[in-house]
């Protein structure tokens, strides 16, 4: 079992260590939770927002819209979905 330490930002930001990232295989724009354990551990997990997204892109025409998509998702995918993205434009109002 790996364990590595790192300090908590003034801003409540962490680094994820290269090690780890690499290990689990975390990659950027990647979707994480975070769920509080009944011992006040926290388990990190990236999250997949789509289960048959290989299947569309097989059928993908150069009409199909982000709506389309969304309506080819369940309610809980299309959530997923929408945070994920409201995350990717927040990020680029940033810079």
Not at 22 to 46: E, H
Not at 63 to 86: G, P
Request: aromatic content about 12%.
């Amino acid at each position: 079992m790996l364990k590595i330490y790192r300090v908590l930002g003034k801003k409540g930001r962490i680094t994820i260590p290269f090690e780890i990232r690499q290990r689990i295989g975390f990659r950027y724009n990647d979707v994480l939770s975070f769920n509080q354990q009944d011992d006040g551990s926290v388990l990190v997990r990236r999250e997949k927002l789509c289960d048959n997204c290989q299947y569309l892109e097989e059928y993908f025409e150069e009409n199909y819209n982000l709506e389309d998509f969304l309506d080819s998702l369940s309610e809980e995918e299309q959530r997923d979905a929408l945070i994920h993205l409201s995350l990717l434009w927040a990020e680029k109002q940033k810079h």
